[in-house]
């Protein structure tokens, strides 16, 4: 068991501040349009995340947020961008539908060369998480297997789907979560995966951390790691020893008014991977040196 401290790789995330947040309908089961929504405290629980991404190290890009798109807040489903690659969402419900042009608008008019909208569904990095060696990709309640060979030929990188079951899981990241993409590290929660799929994240991935039901049920794996600090809801308790003794520093997070649209730290949050800026990348700027940081 690794009880060093980890190093850490600054990195690029967007984000769209939850101006129009609501619950208005349904569309998993953590959403009630009966339960109030207090837009202020939601409002700085989002900066609270992402002033402590800031403080980390990290460049934090903003995007719009559009009335009438109240769960624009989740980010990390408008898309996946991988070696500074984009694959677009296609969203499985209409009340969503059109938050995907809003990202494909944004990463055109931020330098990204190689943006595609899918043809299948797929809700971005809800359902599709990078680790070094593979794409895993969630099905079973909103993106389409069809999805996965997409994905796999866009960025040339192999796919592994996973199975969900469990409705309150309804995306792989509030099941799974990449501590080390660097090293194929992960802590997840078998109970919401097939038995098939579970067999195969143990071959994957022999010493994961394993969520109790009580951390997943606390939304504890829709967390964001950036190789050392590991930012997730503060209501996870069970997970922080256990990170702490693989050489993570945890970093709880209150985000309980956006928890009420069924989702926290990972779906405020859309990972920015770049991509290589030398020569034998055909002369491309990496989105890193052509978008505005927003520091």
């Not at 997409?150 to 799974?176: I, K, M, N, S």
Request: net charge negative; with cysteine; hydrophobic share 40%.
């Amino acid at each position: 068991m690794r009880t060093t401290q980890r190093a850490f790789t600054p990195r690029r995330y967007l984000m769209c501040p939850p101006v129009h947040f609501r619950v208005t309908y349904s569309i998993n089961p953590w959403m009630d349009p009966g339960k109030p929504i207090d837009l202020p405290l939601a409002l700085a629980q989002w900066e609270d995340l992402r002033d402590r991404y800031r403080a980390l190290g990290h460049t934090v890009e903003e995007l719009a947020p559009r009335p009438g798109l109240p769960d624009m807040v989740y980010a990390a489903n408008g898309a996946t961008v991988v070696d500074g690659r984009v694959l677009g969402a296609r969203f499985a419900h209409p009340e969503r539908w059109a938050e995907a042009e809003v990202h494909l608008k944004w990463f055109r008019t931020h330098g990204y060369a190689e943006v595609r909208e899918p043809a299948h569904i797929n809700e971005g990095e809800g359902d599709f998480a990078v680790t070094a060696s593979w794409l895993l990709a969630g099905r079973g309640f909103r993106s389409s297997p069809l999805s996965h060979a997409e994905a796999q030929e866009f960025f040339g990188r192999p796919v592994v789907g996973l199975d969900l079951v469990d409705p309150r899981y309804y995306h792989l990241d509030t099941a799974l979560c990449v501590l080390d993409d660097e090293g194929d590290e992960v802590m997840y929660y078998p109970g919401a995966f097939s038995a098939g799929s579970r067999a195969v994240l143990r071959r994957l991935f022999p010493d994961a951390l394993i969520a109790t039901e009580e951390d997943a049920a606390a939304l504890g794996l829709n967390a964001v790691s950036d190789g050392r600090h590991v930012l997730l809801p503060q209501a996870a308790v069970g997970l922080f020893g256990p990170l702490r003794e693989r050489g993570y520093e945890p970093i709880g997070i209150d985000l309980g008014e956006l928890l009420k649209g069924g989702g926290s730290v990972k779906c405020c949050t859309q990972e920015l991977r770049q991509a290589s800026s030398s020569p034998s990348a055909g002369g491309q700027l990496s989105p890193q040196s052509m978008s505005r940081a927003a520091l």
